[in-house]
């Protein structure tokens, strides 16, 4: 192994074991400067695996080995814009999802495109979306509607929140599944106006009924019809409104542009990125957050906030740190993409559903919750078994990721060099010495001698990598 | 046998131990301890039956002491002298002998005539509205016992609330706005899958959860080492309970009666879910939904549920459990009293609700609906579902239904708690 990689594993110099004293967290001004390392807060292994869990889903060994060299600054260049065609990867896949006639199906494509896309940012930022305008495809009941809407999510993913809000706003199968499909002058419904000012934007008590009843008259004239968005000019609403101050003949466009002048609109999703990519232990003070609400307000500009989040000195600091629990898709990937292979992700999409997150298929317009709902004792008895069933080298995920034939890739070739090199891929080596150890030892105990031994064995260690409450934080 | 939450934790994770050398033990342990032994919880666990398709009441709890009954149903009629009476006018269908007898052990309550208000007695319509419990919004996107789940639970907990057990895509009603409830086809899903060498990696699961870590800031993970140890127990004991299952109880070769099997080991495991749901009839619209020659298949239908029910009652009351389980089975709605052209029935309203359990007061609970006094062809409810929800959330779970249901609901008296 690498003198360079040697160097930047050890627990010494891992992010928490330090004193938290070169962090100045609640200075904004330190807070969202980009992260240099010195000597107090070096460039690791370990952080290089903090940055690949929050914006990626994961990452092999020649990712990681490459953060090292690259530096933190460099690697996210690379996560905000890969050098691959990622154009030319997403068309061919969504021809792939084009043709493809259930919902459930359009799942196992989604996974697909996770752990092969050339940009893992803009996927997992699809995923945040999707959490966000959530919209459950058993109302929908269309693949090439739920196909549209998630391809929609991705299109905006990075690029202008004013943008994807007049995108969502249009989209049939976000308004079949809140029940908005027909909005009718005599029957204004608040069915897409609500969750629009209370969930999608401001949060909720940041208005009051009346607006939201003022802002579905706004909306009216809009109907999905046969799959297809259209607008009836007889049934829209011209009259006066009253929204959040403002008065006017609004149509729906006026509508969105109000609520994005409202700072709780700004503020609310910088909140809500903060949680998704930083941190979920903690609320940020609103000190520490009023210069992003500030200038997110001004432009809507995704790219420009996930930028300055992935880049922070707070994105590598301590507060960060480990701070989220892995939803069940970084739970799955995370051993997937560790492990350079395909799986079934027909299969996997079943098993994520059974962990609680049904890609297509969120539980309710607010999205999964997530954080500590996401794991207790039954549902960690399953991730347990779902690493079992990826691990086997048989079964319905079949043979197809190997630890013990990507260590020896990487030039393992005995039983306590691979351990290591699988602590190092899956933990990046940060575990307390005493748990390490325990590790290791059980290592010693499972292999064999033989190689087949080994590798079974190695399938063994790793499962008991990937099963240490550590590995399910992110 | 019989355990306690108590007597759980203590073999688990040695509570009496924990709590007299305090300074030795791990503090989060110690805090797990404290909470349970100071927990008053009544440990009690609701089981729902689904029945889908919409179960025709009249002829599972038959009124062949009303002239009506007969007169409407040219050939569904049951003959009187098959049923097993009741009283004088009602008698259980001629193959639910196992209703029969818990009906006579006071083990079976049948709440009479209840149903929804603005039921639209289409199949999803209704359903949806069992489901949310709110009438008012059929498209609420959670449901009742999704609420319940998020109701109780604590940033501190571990244990899952809820679980469907059974074959189909979950149904609504546990859709949760926060809180995830697992799906299980079999006790396998819950026991630890072992990798073929790997003998020890529970063992190793588990103690390399209980090490103590240096970083005492970040409180997500004392959280997930908690939630880990309580795995290992959960799936522990599941497996103790699935190896000694065999040759204890009797249950009859049916679907459902397998899934309450499963339901009845979960139970003896005693692993903190408090509610169960599984369904019978296939889900969707399906089993239940018989529009034409009704007569033989719900009768099939009908001997499942009396005879599976019946089984995992016998079964707990073996095992000295069903003092703390309380069945509920429900239907999107019943049938109309005349029936169709085709020897089967149209979508009605009231249907009866079984209670089933150890601590019911038994008997019937309100009065047969009318025959004469119909709703577009079908008996009237006089009792609003909701009201048997809040009985079972409030007095039975001991959660608060308002909550659940929005608003209070006049309970009914079917417990002795």
């Given at each position: 192994m690498d003198v360079q990689v040697e160097k930047a594993r050890g627990r010494l110099e891992s992010v928490q074991s330090r004193p938290a004293v070169a962090e100045k967290l609640s200075d904004p001004g330190w807070a969202w400067a980009p992260y240099e390392p010195d000597v107090d807060r070096p460039w690791n292994l370990a952080k290089a695996g903090h940055l690949y869990r929050r914006a990626a889903f994961g990452a092999g060994w020649d990712q990681l080995k490459q953060a090292l060299s690259d530096g933190p600054q460099r690697t996210v260049d690379g996560l905000l814009s890969p050098q691959a065609d990622t154009e030319a990867f997403n068309r061919t896949c969504d021809e792939y999802e084009v043709s493809v006639g259930s919902i459930n199906d359009l799942r196992a494509w989604w996974l697909r495109r996770m752990i092969q896309t050339p940009h893992p940012l803009l996927e997992k930022m699809t995923l945040f979306w999707h959490s966000h305008?959530?919209?459950?495809?058993?109302?929908?009941?269309?693949?090439?509607?739920?196909?549209?809407?998630?391809?929609?999510?991705?299109?905006?993913?990075?690029?202008?929140?004013?943008?994807?809000?007049?995108?969502?706003?249009?989209d049939p199968a976000m308004l079949i599944w809140l029940g908005a499909d027909a909005n009718r002058k005599a029957r204004p419904s608040d069915n897409f106006a609500r969750p629009l000012m209370e969930t999608f934007t401001m949060g909720s008590g940041h208005c009051t009924e009346k607006d939201i009843q003022e802002a579905s008259r706004a909306f009216t004239g809009w109907f999905v019809l046969?799959?297809?968005?259209?607008?009836?000019?007889?049934?829209?609403?011209?009259?006066?409104?009253?929204?959040?101050?403002?008065?006017?003949?609004?149509?729906?466009?006026?509508?969105?542009?109000?609520?994005?002048?409202?700072?709780?609109?700004?503020?609310?999703?910088?909140?809500?990125?903060?949680?998704?990519?930083?941190?979920?232990?903690?609320?940020?003070?609103e000190?520490?957050?009023?210069?992003?609400?500030?200038?997110?307000?001004?432009?809507?500009?995704?790219?420009?906030?996930?930028?300055?989040?992935?880049?922070?000195?707070?994105?590598?600091?301590?507060?960060?740190?480990?701070?989220?629990?892995?939803?069940?898709?970084e739970f799955a990937l995370g051993i997937v993409k560790g492990l350079e292979a395909m799986v079934s992700t027909t299969q996997l999409a079943e098993d994520l559903a059974g962990?609680?997150?049904?890609?297509?298929?969120?539980?309710?317009?607010?999205?999964?919750?997530?954080?500590?709902?996401?794991?207790?004792?039954?549902?960690?008895?399953?991730?347990?078994?779902?690493?079992?069933?990826?691990?086997?080298?048989?079964?319905?995920?079949?043979?197809?990721?190997?630890?013990?034939?990507?260590?020896?890739?990487?030039?393992?070739?005995?039983?306590?060099?691979?351990?290591?090199?699988?602590?190092?891929?899956?933990?990046?080596?940060?575990l307390d010495p005493n748990v390490y150890e325990t590790l290791m030892k059980a290592a010693r105990t499972t292999a064999g001698t033989d190689s087949g031994g080994l590798e079974k064995g190695m399938r063994c260690f790793a499962h008991s990598a990937v099963t240490l409450p550590e590995f399910h934080l992110a | 046998m019989s355990y306690t939450r108590?007597?759980?934790?203590?073999?688990?994770?040695?509570?009496?131990?924990?709590?007299?050398?305090?300074?030795?033990?791990?503090?989060?342990?110690?805090?797990?301890?404290?909470?349970?032994?100071?927990?008053?919880?009544?440990?009690?666990?609701?089981?729902?039956?689904?029945?889908?398709?919409?179960?025709?009441?009249?002829?599972?709890?038959?009124?062949?002491?009303?002239?009506?009954?007969?007169?409407?149903?040219?050939?569904?009629?049951?003959?009187?002298?098959?049923?097993?009476?009741?009283?004088?006018?009602?008698?259980?269908?001629?193959?639910?002998?196992?209703?029969?007898?818990?009906?006579?052990?006071?083990?079976l309550s049948i709440v009479q005539g209840v149903g929804s208000p603005n039921s639209?007695?289409?199949?999803?319509?209704?359903?949806?509205?069992?489901?949310?419990?709110?009438?008012?919004?059929?498209?609420?996107?959670?449901?009742?016992?999704?609420?319940?789940?998020?109701?109780?639970?604590?940033?501190?907990?571990?244990?899952?609330?809820?679980?469907?057990?059974?074959?189909?895509?979950?149904?609504?009603?546990?859709?949760?706005?926060?809180?995830?409830?697992?799906?299980?086809?079999?006790?396998?899903?819950?026991?630890?899958?072992?990798?073929?060498?790997?003998?020890?990696?529970?063992?190793?699961w588990k103690h390399a959860a209980e090490l103590p870590r240096s970083d005492h800031v970040n409180p997500l993970l004392p959280f997930v080492q908690r939630c880990t140890l309580n795995a290992c127990a959960t799936a522990r004991r599941i497996e103790a309970v699935a190896k000694t299952a065999p040759g204890n109880a009797e249950y009859p070769h049916f679907q459902l009666a397998g899934t309450l099997r499963t339901v009845a080991q979960l139970i003896r495991a005693d692993v903190g879910i408090r509610i169960f749901f599984t369904e019978l009839g296939g889900g969707g619209i399906g089993g239940f939904d018989n529009h034409a020659n009704q007569l033989g298949n719900h009768c099939s239908l009908l001997h499942h549920l009396s005879e599976s029910l019946a089984a995992f009652i016998d079964d707990l009351e073996r095992e000295k459990l069903l003092d703390r389980v309380l069945v509920m089975t429900f239907s999107e709605f019943g049938r109309t009293i005349l029936e169709n052209g085709r020897r089967g029935t149209g979508h009605g309203a009231a249907a009866p609700v079984f209670l089933a359990g150890g601590r019911l007061k038994g008997g019937l609970v309100g009065p047969h609906p009318s025959l004469t006094d119909l709703d577009n062809g079908a008996p009237k409810f006089h009792t609003d579902f909701r009201r048997v929800y809040a009985t079972v959330l409030d007095q039975w779970l001991g959660f608060d239904s308002r909550i659940v249901l929005g608003r209070q609901f006049e309970q009914l008296d079917i417990l002795n708690v």
């Amino acid at each position: 192994m690498d003198v360079q990689v040697e160097k930047a594993r050890g627990r010494l110099e891992s992010v928490q074991s330090r004193p938290a004293v070169a962090e100045k967290l609640s200075d904004p001004g330190w807070a969202w400067a980009p992260y240099e390392p010195d000597v107090d807060r070096p460039w690791n292994l370990a952080k290089a695996g903090h940055l690949y869990r929050r914006a990626a889903f994961g990452a092999g060994w020649d990712q990681l080995k490459q953060a090292l060299s690259d530096g933190p600054q460099r690697t996210v260049d690379g996560l905000l814009s890969p050098q691959a065609d990622t154009e030319a990867f997403n068309r061919t896949c969504d021809e792939y999802e084009v043709s493809v006639g259930s919902i459930n199906d359009l799942r196992a494509w989604w996974l697909r495109r996770m752990i092969q896309t050339p940009h893992p940012l803009l996927e997992k930022m699809t995923l945040f979306w999707h959490s966000h305008f959530a919209t459950n495809g058993s109302e929908v009941k269309n693949a090439r509607l739920m196909q549209q809407h998630i391809r929609l999510l991705r299109g905006g993913a990075l690029k202008s929140f004013a943008g994807l809000l007049e995108d969502i706003s249009r989209d049939p199968a976000m308004l079949i599944w809140l029940g908005a499909d027909a909005n009718r002058k005599a029957r204004p419904s608040d069915n897409f106006a609500r969750p629009l000012m209370e969930t999608f934007t401001m949060g909720s008590g940041h208005c009051t009924e009346k607006d939201i009843q003022e802002a579905s008259r706004a909306f009216t004239g809009w109907f999905v019809l046969r799959g297809k968005l259209i607008y009836i000019p007889r049934e829209h609403d011209g009259s006066v409104k009253y929204i959040l101050g403002r008065e006017g003949n609004f149509t729906s466009d006026d509508v969105l542009r109000i609520v994005l002048e409202q700072r709780a609109t700004s503020q609310m999703l910088v909140h809500k990125l903060y949680r998704w990519l930083i941190c979920e232990t903690e609320k940020p003070d609103e000190i520490t957050i009023a210069p992003l609400v500030e200038s997110f307000a001004k432009d809507y500009d995704l790219l420009k906030l996930v930028e300055t989040m992935l880049r922070s000195n707070l994105f590598f600091s301590s507060a960060a740190y480990r701070r989220r629990i892995k939803c069940p898709v970084e739970f799955a990937l995370g051993i997937v993409k560790g492990l350079e292979a395909m799986v079934s992700t027909t299969q996997l999409a079943e098993d994520l559903a059974g962990l609680g997150q049904n890609l297509y298929y969120p539980p309710t317009v607010k999205g999964w919750t997530g954080g500590r709902y996401w794991i207790d004792s039954v549902s960690m008895i399953g991730r347990y078994n779902l690493a079992s069933a990826l691990l086997r080298g048989s079964g319905p995920y079949g043979d197809k990721l190997n630890p013990w034939a990507i260590a020896q890739e990487h030039g393992c070739s005995e039983a306590e060099s691979a351990a290591r090199f699988l602590v190092d891929l899956f933990l990046q080596n940060d575990l307390d010495p005493n748990v390490y150890e325990t590790l290791m030892k059980a290592a010693r105990t499972t292999a064999g001698t033989d190689s087949g031994g080994l590798e079974k064995g190695m399938r063994c260690f790793a499962h008991s990598a990937v099963t240490l409450p550590e590995f399910h934080l992110a | 046998m019989s355990y306690t939450r108590r007597d759980f934790l203590k073999t688990t994770l040695g509570a009496s131990a924990l709590l007299s050398f305090t300074s030795a033990a791990p503090r989060f342990l110690v805090r797990a301890a404290t909470a349970a032994s100071r927990r008053d919880d009544r440990g009690t666990i609701l089981v729902v039956v689904q029945l889908s398709g919409g179960n025709d009441g009249l002829n599972t709890v038959v009124p062949y002491g009303d002239d009506q009954y007969a007169r409407n149903r040219p050939t569904l009629a049951l003959p009187p002298e098959e049923l097993y009476k009741i009283d004088s006018l009602l008698g259980f269908h001629p193959r639910m002998a196992g209703f029969m007898r818990l009906y006579e052990n006071g083990h079976l309550s049948i709440v009479q005539g209840v149903g929804s208000p603005n039921s639209d007695r289409s199949h999803d319509g209704a359903m949806r509205i069992w489901h949310t419990a709110d009438p008012e919004q059929p498209g609420r996107q959670t449901g009742w016992l999704g609420r319940a789940a998020d109701s109780i639970w604590q940033a501190s907990r571990t244990e899952a609330p809820a679980v469907f057990v059974g074959p189909i895509t979950q149904p609504f009603g546990l859709n949760a706005e926060n809180a995830i409830v697992p799906s299980i086809r079999s006790i396998q899903d819950l026991t630890a899958d072992q990798l073929p060498g790997h003998e020890n990696g529970q063992s190793l699961w588990k103690h390399a959860a209980e090490l103590p870590r240096s970083d005492h800031v970040n409180p997500l993970l004392p959280f997930v080492q908690r939630c880990t140890l309580n795995a290992c127990a959960t799936a522990r004991r599941i497996e103790a309970v699935a190896k000694t299952a065999p040759g204890n109880a009797e249950y009859p070769h049916f679907q459902l009666a397998g899934t309450l099997r499963t339901v009845a080991q979960l139970i003896r495991a005693d692993v903190g879910i408090r509610i169960f749901f599984t369904e019978l009839g296939g889900g969707g619209i399906g089993g239940f939904d018989n529009h034409a020659n009704q007569l033989g298949n719900h009768c099939s239908l009908l001997h499942h549920l009396s005879e599976s029910l019946a089984a995992f009652i016998d079964d707990l009351e073996r095992e000295k459990l069903l003092d703390r389980v309380l069945v509920m089975t429900f239907s999107e709605f019943g049938r109309t009293i005349l029936e169709n052209g085709r020897r089967g029935t149209g979508h009605g309203a009231a249907a009866p609700v079984f209670l089933a359990g150890g601590r019911l007061k038994g008997g019937l609970v309100g009065p047969h609906p009318s025959l004469t006094d119909l709703d577009n062809g079908a008996p009237k409810f006089h009792t609003d579902f909701r009201r048997v929800y809040a009985t079972v959330l409030d007095q039975w779970l001991g959660f608060d239904s308002r909550i659940v249901l929005g608003r209070q609901f006049e309970q009914l008296d079917i417990l002795n708690v």
